[in-house]
């Protein structure tokens, strides 16, 4: 409810409104209806107990993920790029045909899963001439291209 007081010459033209609790107040100003001390009890600071289910559920799929890297790793798919066997096999034999004038070679055997890398080395065993033998192999470079010792 706004009242305006009469006009005299020179008087000020002053509303007054009615607030919430009862009090008159002047102008624009409105008292607060909240806040201060005590104003929130101790109660409202404390919430219900938080459910440990999220906690259980980003634990599992953590240790799902970590057993799945695990795995992987363990069979090779986390290694980078291999030699393929059988090709390098092959190779080894045909090296050792072409250049090395070894005409009776048999059951070459190289190691599986060898790296790429430029200046890898392994052996493979052989057959020569029924003998049991090693050759040396060393990676050149990414393409792969590899050379291949004589027999010792």
């Not at 009776?104 to 890398?117: F, H, R, Y």
Request: glycine share 14%.
């Amino acid at each position: 409810m706004v009242r305006s007081p009469s006009r005299t010459a020179g008087s000020r033209c002053r509303a007054y409104r009615r607030s919430s609790r009862g009090r008159r107040s002047a102008g624009g100003f409105q008292p607060a209806t909240y806040g201060g001390l005590g104003a929130f009890s101790a109660e409202a600071g404390k919430s219900a107990p938080r459910s440990k289910r999220p906690w259980v559920i980003g634990g599992a799929a953590v240790a799902v993920l970590v057993i799945g890297a695990g795995a992987a790793w363990l069979l090779g798919a986390l290694q980078g790029d291999t030699l393929d066997q059988k090709s390098l096999q092959d190779g080894v034999s045909r090296v050792l045909v072409e250049n090395y004038g070894e005409p009776d070679i048999k059951n070459v055997a190289c190691p599986s899963g060898e790296s790429t890398q430029n200046g890898t080395t392994f052996d493979c065993t052989l057959q020569l001439g029924g003998q049991p033998r090693k050759v040396t192999v060393r990676v050149l470079d990414d393409k792969p291209e590899y050379e291949v010792s004589a027999p010792h």
